[in-house]
């Protein structure tokens, strides 16, 4: 598999969960790996290793995204970590994907929440997307990932919902925006996920989770991260602005 050959990719949020296994899987297709961490260095690291003992290629870069001069932090790594690998800065795929959850009702939602939902999980990837654009040639790629939850109520996380509803935005503006260098912008929407959070060692907790789905189980992070890796490949050249269900049939209700 060597569809991404000679790309790079930028990965938020690949210590773990969907990020980690997009990370693997566009490096399993060739690319070139920066895999993107907050504070978990070691999973990180266990990330890079596990594509590299795949025969693959990748770097982690640490930056605390919704916060000050995070972007700055963010491509200072990025950048020296291309330029040290492959000589040069190009950026081929972006894949915002780090994200936190709110996990509270609609009463309990305090300004302080809400503004650090709306920095990690909106502001951080658009200023992530229009920095990368500096780095990027025509014809790269960018996915946002969003969530199932722009189309499917959960009251305890109506904060989280909007800040995946302005990320979505992404895809339809900057889609129309990049198009003309041939950059494709794509949402991708996944459904419950087992990110390995301890919820998903309760059974009958995952039994009832299942049953969002259409296909009787939750996801696996690479049932999201092989989504991810067809829209940054060439066999994705003509989908843009798009919104990728990819949530196992949870949204057909
Ligand atoms: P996860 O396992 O919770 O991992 C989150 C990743 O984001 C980690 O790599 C973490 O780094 C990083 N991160 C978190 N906060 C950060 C911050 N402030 N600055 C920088 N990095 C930060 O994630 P996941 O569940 O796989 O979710 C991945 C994406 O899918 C998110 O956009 C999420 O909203 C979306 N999604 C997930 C599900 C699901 O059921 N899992 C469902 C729908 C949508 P550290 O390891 O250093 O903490």
């Known amino acids: 598999m060597t569809k991404l050959a000679g790309k790079t990719a930028l ?19 060739g690319a070139l790996v920066a895999v993107h961490y907050a504070s ?4 990180a690291q266990e990330t890079v290793a596990a594509i590299e003992a795949a025969g693959g290629k990748a770097f982690a ?29 190009a950026l081929d795929i972006l894949v915002n994907n780090a994200a936190i959850m709110g ?19 909106a502001k ?64 991708v929407a996944p459904g419950i996920t087992n990110n390995g959070s301890p919820v998903f060692d309760i059974p009958e907790a995952v039994e009832q989770m299942a049953q969002m789905s259409t296909f009787g189980r939750v996801a696996e992070p690479r049932d ?5 890796a067809f829209l940054a490949s060439d066999d994705a050249r003509w989908i843009t602005g798009a919104f990728i269900d990819a949530s196992g049939g949870t949204l057909l209700g």
Do not use: C, W
Request: no cysteine.
């Open 40 to 43: 978990r260095a070691e999973a």
């Open 124 to 187: 951080a990837p658009f200023f992530i997307l229009q920095r990368a654009l500096t780095l990027m040639p025509d014809g790269g790629r960018v996915i946002n990932i969003s969530s199932g939850l722009t189309r499917f109520a959960n009251p305890q996380e109506v904060a989280y919902s909007m800040t995946k509803g302005a990320v979505e935005q992404l895809a339809l503006h900057f889609a129309k925006h990049l198009g003309p260098r041939g950059i494709t912008v794509n949402s």
């Open 61 to 89: 870069v640490q930056a605390e995204l919704g916060v000050a001069g995070d972007v700055d932090t963010l491509f200072g790594a990025l950048e020296s970590g291309l330029k040290e690998r492959t000589g040069g800065t």
């Open 224 to 228: 999201v991260g092989d989504v991810v």
């Open 103 to 121: 996990g509270v009702a609609p009463e309990e939602v305090t300004p302080e929440l809400f503004d650090r939902l709306v920095a990690v999980n």
């Open 11 to 29: 990965v938020t949020g690949s210590s773990r969960g969907i990020g980690r296994a997009t990370a693997e899987r566009l490096a399993r297709e």
